[in-house]
């Protein structure tokens, strides 16, 4: 068995409701045995009512999953033109204690940027720099969600599609071992679309900040309560 978290857009104020999914896993790295993991996954979540959840990730079996997964999904800067997709903006932003932003990955595909020696090696983590924008690490997930909902709102065709569903799954992403997940920032996508604040929070990075600040704060709420329970 294992537990996954099903995203699910707020629609009375800006957030995601994550609800914890416990399903039958089929381990090994096979595509077989992971198209069994998110049926399993899925088939639990139908069972809860939700019957248009799509699983975004390189593992999807649809070809919308695939393509809004950070290693596909490209992002435009409209100031300098330069395209890259989100996993390669997000590794290349790093800022680390002995170095970074390594602007040099922006030049790389997404697997090759986020397996850069330099990122495990140059100390701890202290924020992220973006074509002369700095983010904060915290709230933990604003940069990759402020990066990849500015990347989705580029691309018109994958926005329209995703509208049509109620939820989504990253069967890749782990919470106990990470923090950012593609799957989440559609959530929020859909969210601020849905209340129509999409366009103002997308001015900059500070007004994005500001819609989003409550669904943060309740973000660090319950991760502080799940820290209490261990």
């Known amino acids: 068995m294992a537990i996954r978290p099903l995203f699910i857009p707020n629609e009375e104020s800006v957030g995601v409701t994550e609800k914890s999914i416990d399903f039958q896993w089929f381990p090994g790295l096979s595509a077989s045995q992971k198209k069994r993991s998110i049926e399993a996954l899925h088939s639990v979540v139908h069972e809860l009512g939700y019957k248009r959840v799509l699983e975004i990730s390189s593992k999807s079996e649809i070809d919308l999953g695939v393509n809004l997964s950070a290693f596909n999904l490209k992002i435009k800067t409209k100031k300098y033109g330069n ?22 990955l922006f030049g790389l595909d997404s697997r090759a ?26 709230p933990r997930t604003y940069f990759y969600d402020w990066i990849y909902i500015n990347a989705l709102h580029q691309n018109v065709l994958l926005s329209n599609e995703v509208k049509s569903y109620q939820c989504f799954t990253d069967i890749e ?42 669904h943060y704060d309740n973000q660090r709420r319950n991760i502080g309560v799940q820290v209490s329970l261990v």
Do not use: W
């Open 173 to 214: 992403f782990n919470p106990k071992k990470s923090i950012n997940c593609q799957a989440h920032a559609v959530a929020l996508y859909l969210s601020l679309f849905n209340l129509e604040l999409l366009e103002d929070a997308l001015e900059s990075p500070e007004a994005f900040l500001k819609f989003t600040k409550e």
């Open 83 to 104: 395209e890259f997709t989100v996993e390669t903006a997000f590794q290349g932003s790093k800022v680390f204690e002995r170095g970074g932003p390594y602007k040099d």
């Open 113 to 138: 940027a986020k397996k850069d020696i330099r990122l495990k090696e140059s100390g701890n983590l202290v924020g992220f720099e973006f074509f002369g924008k700095k983010f904060p690490l915290i």
